[in-house]
């Protein structure tokens, strides 16, 4: 199949385009450096490859490492039919600067190349506009307006890279061709843009409130994520419960029902409930993303985080890790610097991601009172705030000791970061990317939860065949990781729910769900965390787990992507131990301390 | 002076790099707009040492003081 690929500078929008020409949603933001691998998907009869943004074709950061390299490669190509670069219409200098070097290379290797100035609603927005008769004459590429945010000029934009002439014998460009000289005598001459920045500026990165402003944002972003989901998750809850009484009736008492009751809606009903909470967090950091704040939070952040080995752009990996680690690992390459991206990316783990949600919700729910201070803050809201918190502490006090103890023989890359103007966020894609990211945690962990539920299902029921949870095989098994458990006042439930939450973290509420399933197999498909506040577990206990989890890296994915990350295995199996230790000791500490 | 040295609104030409800049970085600054004969303006500082704001050609860059100081400029007002 032939190929089409889109290059451009940061934040030129390509990502926002190949969405819009393959229907498809990968993920765009508002900084610079989102994209960090090479995102493929077939358009019409060709594969479009969206490709991470570079300042320049000679590349200083990991992701531009990637991006230069495999653009050279694909140059010499045969199946490559175009090259579209896509240019910020509204930074029209230091596109041009970089869509020259592209032209370049791509006419020494005879592709056809595309201008497709992105960002264009904005300069029909401020009344200005680009003389394309004139850039298109000047330099022989067809150069077209568009955005691929509205759709504006898409169409055309479309029909143009199907119909011109994909035969361009291998040339030089002429040495005259100026970015500079270029965007003078064909782009709007204007500041109208810095006015708009400046303005925003002044207020988001003063030396009196900036700061307050973001440790702001980020309490309200951590309290949202509990108080706002409460209406949602409670729906959600009693739709579960009611279909799981619906259910559970079509069925006569014995193994069948017992099942359905136990494993189904005590297992994997219980961990449905919590899809709205990542719909919240995904919506909210969208809203950040999009803006264009990232890129000052990196800023504000810089010194402090410098402190501590970090960069001010690790922020930006920290805060998408909230959703999950993954993306965050792969977004650290925009960092410079070797020896601080490393240091990042083993940190990331011990953000609070949305795989420990459920977690902390249940827990909170059942040990933490339901009181409000000042009528409009939420006890449990600021635990849940104290919990995403203790996992920034943990990440400065664990990359100072890195710190301190990494060496590295390369020289250190210094921090330099564009900042993009501020846009207003864009809805309804958001709302899509956010429907998605909760559909994904459900379908990304549904299977496994399911398939650890039915296997902790037949374990608690057999050998008796009934709803004695004693005498089960589950119960021996349990009795056996006990006595580690024991320190934190748990008993062997909780040691089979935390032994099977090294699969995956969720799998610690669909285990806890499924055992409270068999033992009221009933019908009665009650929330989970009363059965754990009638079973009178201790606060500290339920602590000590708290803390646990906020520490433990208890993800297999995860570890599996450092490993690719540092083309290492003794790093990941070095990560998974010292961080299991760390947990543990920490929440034997908090139970002495409580208790 | 150097770049680093400019007060939040000063305006500047770039002259020179410092020549313990490496090749690379003098490449990177360069991509970035920050070349010979161009003015820079100091937008924002940012307290307690953290970066600082420039607005070069058409664009704002935050850059960390041990790459600012690297760059010569002369005041302009």
């Known amino acids: 199949m032939n190929k089409i690929i889109l290059v451009g500078k940061p934040n030129s929008g390509k990502s926002l385009l190949f969405n819009r020409m393959t229907g498809l949603d990968q993920r765009v933001a508002n900084f610079p450096g989102v994209t960090v691998l090479l995102k493929k998907a077939k358009w019409r009869n060709f594969e479009l490859i969206d490709f991470p943004g570079s300042y320049s074709l000679k590349p200083i950061t990991e992701d531009e490492v990637v991006a230069v390299r495999e653009f050279e490669l694909l140059l010499k190509d045969e199946s490559l039919s175009a090259v579209v670069c896509v240019l910020d219409s509204t930074q029209l200098l230091r596109s041009l600067h970089y869509a020259l070097q592209v032209l370049k290379a791509s006419r020494e290797h005879g592709k056809k190349v595309i201008f497709a100035f992105n960002l264009y609603d904005e300069i029909i927005a401020h009344r200005l506009q680009i003389d394309f008769a004139g850039l298109q004459k000047e330099l022989g590429v067809p150069c077209t307006p568009l955005s691929a945010k509205t759709g504006y000029g898409v169409e055309a934009f479309s029909q143009l890279l199907l119909t011109s002439d994909s035969n361009v014998p291998p040339q030089d460009l002429p040495d005259n061709l100026n970015a500079k000289e270029l965007s003078k005598k064909y782009g709007p001459q204007t500041d109208l843009f810095f006015k708009k920045i400046n303005r925003l500026d002044r207020f988001f990165l003063s030396s009196y409130w900036g700061g307050a402003i973001f440790l702001l944002l980020m309490a309200l972003l951590f309290q949202s994520i509990f108080t706002w989901s409460t209406p949602l998750m409670d729906l959600t809850e009693s739709l579960v419960a009611g279909v799981g009484d619906f259910v559970s009736g079509f069925f006569s008492a014995g193994i069948y029902r017992d099942f359905v009751v136990g494993a189904i809606f005590g297992g994997l009903g219980t961990f449905i409930v919590f899809a709205p909470q990542i719909f919240i967090l995904t919506f ?290 070095l990560l998974f131990v010292g961080y299991t230790v760390l947990a543990y000791a920490m929440a034997i500490i908090t139970y002495k301390i409580l208790t | 002076m150097n770049m680093w040295q400019l007060k939040a609104q000063q305006k500047a030409k770039i002259l020179d790099f410092s020549a313990s800049l490496s090749d690379i970085q003098k490449m990177r600054l360069v991509d970035l707009g920050f070349a010979k004969q161009e003015i820079v303006v100091c937008v924002k500082r940012i307290p307690f040492g953290g970066p600082a704001v420039y607005q070069v050609q058409s664009s704002m860059f935050a850059l960390e003081g041990s790459i600012a100081c690297q760059v010569v400029v002369e005041l302009m007002e």
Not at chain 1, 307 to 324: Q, T
Request: net charge positive; hydrophobic share 50%.
């Open chain 1, 284 to 573: 909210i950091l969208g809203i950040l993303e999009d803006s264009g704040y990232l890129a000052r939070i990196a800023i504000i952040c810089h010194r402090p985080l410098q402190l501590f080995g970090l960069s001010g752009k690790s922020f930006i990996p920290f805060l998408s890790g909230h959703a999950c680690a993954i993306p965050a690992i792969y977004a650290a390459r925009m960092i410079e610097s070797p020896k601080k991206r490393l240091i990042t990316l083993l940190t990331v783990p011990l953000i609070s991601c949305s795989a420990r949600l459920p977690i902390y919700s249940l827990l909170v729910i059942a040990f933490i009172p339901d009181e409000y201070f000042l009528g409009w803050i939420s006890l449990r809201g600021l635990v849940f705030f104290g919990l995403f918190l203790l996992g920034y502490i943990t990440v400065f006090v664990v990359s100072s000791i890195l710190n301190f103890t990494i060496r590295k023989k390369e020289q250190d890359v210094p921090f330099i970061i564009e900042l993009p103007s501020y846009r207003r966020p864009f809805l309804k894609p958001l709302f899509l990317r956010s429907v998605r990211s909760a559909w994904d945690f459900l379908s990304n962990a549904g299977p496994v939860i399911f398939f650890t539920t039915v296997i902790v299902w037949v374990l608690g029921y057999f050998p008796q065949g009934n709803a004695n949870l004693e005498g089960s095989w589950l119960y021996m098994l349990g009795r056996w990781f006990e006595p580690v458990m024991t320190p934190l006042g748990l008993d062997w439930k909780f040691g089979v729910a935390v032994l099977t939450s090294f699969i995956a973290r969720e799998v610690f509420v669909g285990t806890l769900g499924t055992f409270y399933g068999i033992e009221s197999a009933d019908g009665d498909v009650q929330g989970l965390s009363q059965r754990l506040q009638q079973d009178q577990l201790s606060a500290a206990s339920g602590l000590a787990l708290l803390i646990f989890y906020v520490v433990a890296l208890q993800c297999v994915s995860t570890l599996s992507v450092i490993r690719r990350e540092t083309n290492s295995l003794k790093i990941p199996v």
